[in-house]
């Protein structure tokens, strides 16, 4: 417990050094093997990037450290709870664990929950609030991308 809360106030640390700088009150610090390998804090305004989250911001720079896009065995703590987006990026990259300070109903009150998005995701797409359909178009000269990827990769091995 004492790493995990050594870690959770350096990611709090940084969310405010990034509220002093105008940015949003968000940090992540990603952790492997005990040692921090790289920090983030949110960018949005600054970048211009709506993907400029802390926890993304600190997982391309460990990636990038590591020279590799697998962060397995990777932990990443976060001054806030995660949003979708984050949580799929760090699903994706291997990171197996996740630990935050402030929860979405602790943001809820300053408009920093993303509780609403995690909601309207759980429904079926027909449902939700983006519209999203499937549309399976295909080139006639190339008909199978995955299948073409599949290939390229075999032959590189």
């Not at 990777?74 to 979708?84: D, L």
């Not at 609030?129 to 032959?155: C, F, G, N, T």
Request: net charge negative; hydrophobic share 40%.
């Amino acid at each position: 417990m004492k790493e995990e809360s050594r870690f959770l106030c350096e990611a709090i640390e940084l969310a405010r050094a990034n509220i002093a700088k105008g940015g949003r009150p968000f940090g992540a610090v990603v952790i492997k093997d005990g040692e921090v390998i790289a920090t983030g804090v949110n960018e949005i305004h600054s970048a211009n990037d709506p993907t400029a989250h802390a926890e993304l911001t600190a997982i391309r720079t460990a990636s990038r450290e590591l020279g590799s896009p697998d962060l397995g065995g990777a932990a990443v703590y976060a001054s806030g709870h995660p949003c979708p987006m984050c949580m799929a990026a760090m699903r994706l990259a291997g990171v197996g664990e996740v630990v935050y300070a402030y929860s979405n109903d602790d943001g809820a009150p300053y408009g920093l929950s993303t509780a609403a998005i995690y909601a309207d995701l759980a429904k079926p797409f027909a449902e939700q609030s983006m519209k999203i359909r499937y549309a399976p178009v295909r080139l006639e000269q190339h008909p199978d991308l995955y299948a073409d990827w599949k290939r390229s990769r075999d032959k590189r091995a």
